[in-house]
């Protein structure tokens, strides 16, 4: 499944499947730069772990979705984004929706998308290319009747910390303080039904 979205130039902005192989490149980049910033931390096989922890079906239609942009057909970034259900990080009483946005066991409370894999090929970073990513993600994610988007970036990666802090999205840790664990983000689409 490859769905041109749109051109623009040397640009095209395709939804793929995980099993594309222009995704490869996208993985395997960001394996490396998991390898390189956080080799004290995860082991090889914790790396191989966490590069396939999510079954390919949460990332297509009609739950998730997984995105490319290419330049004369090579990806030099993309995104994904499947549904959210397990516990999450941050504080319960964060947000515009204190009450509402988690479970007492911490699980989203109302469906939740959750942004994965946002990639820019080194070459190709500081062209607003994420941005651009993270925009049609959401564009998806909201026409599939999301209200709300979590994510997590790792606390070596002050570039995504800025991107998400850019792009909109409210931190659910204090930003003064250092951390080890992943730093947890969400956005609010639209007010949870009742």
Same mark, same amino acid.
């Given at each position: 499944?490859?769905?041109?979205?749109?051109?623009?130039?040397?640009?095209?902005?395709?939804?793929?499947?995980?099993?594309?192989?222009?995704?490869?490149?996208?993985?395997?980049?960001?394996?490396?730069?998991?390898?390189?910033?956080?080799?004290?931390?995860?082991?090889?096989?914790?790396?191989?772990?966490?590069?396939?922890? #999510?079954?390919?079906?949460?990332?297509?239609?009609?739950?998730?979705?997984?995105?490319? +942009?290419?330049?004369?057909?090579?990806?030099?970034?993309?995104?994904?984004?499947?549904?959210?259900?397990?516990?999450?990080?941050?504080?319960?009483?964060?947000?515009?929706?204190?009450?509402?946005?988690?479970?007492?066991?911490?699980?989203? $409370?109302?469906? @939740?998308?959750?942004?994965?894999? +946002?990639?820019?090929?080194?070459?190709?970073?500081?062209?607003?290319?994420?941005?651009?990513?993270?925009?049609?993600?959401? @564009?998806?994610?909201?026409?599939?009747?999301?209200?709300?988007?979590?994510?997590?970036?790792?606390?070596?990666?002050?570039?995504?910390?800025?991107?998400?802090?850019? @792009?909109? #999205? @409210?931190?659910?840790?204090? +930003? $003064?303080?250092?951390?080890?664990?992943?730093?947890?983000?969400?956005?609010?689409?639209?007010?949870?039904?009742?």
């Amino acid at each position: 499944m490859t769905v041109t979205i749109s051109r623009q130039g040397n640009w095209e902005i395709v939804d793929v499947r995980l099993s594309d192989p222009r995704v490869t490149p996208m993985l395997e980049e960001l394996a490396q730069e998991y390898s390189a910033r956080y080799h004290d931390h995860l082991d090889e096989e914790e790396l191989r772990e966490e590069m396939v922890r #999510y079954p390919a079906a949460e990332f297509e239609p009609p739950v998730g979705g997984l995105i490319l +942009i290419l330049e004369d057909g090579v990806a030099v970034a993309g995104g994904a984004f499947r549904p959210r259900s397990e516990p999450e990080l941050g504080e319960i009483d964060r947000g515009a929706y204190p009450h509402e946005s988690r479970t007492p066991d911490d699980r989203p $409370a109302v469906p @939740t998308a959750e942004l994965k894999r +946002i990639w820019t090929h080194h070459a190709h970073r500081r062209k607003g290319l994420a941005a651009q990513v993270i925009e049609q993600l959401e @564009t998806r994610i909201r026409d599939l009747g999301y209200p709300r988007i979590y994510l997590t970036t790792g606390p070596r990666q002050p570039e995504a910390e800025g991107l998400y802090l850019k @792009t909109g #999205y @409210t931190p659910l840790y204090e +930003i $003064a303080d250092e951390y080890e664990e992943p730093l947890p983000f969400e956005k609010w689409l639209s007010a949870p039904t009742h």
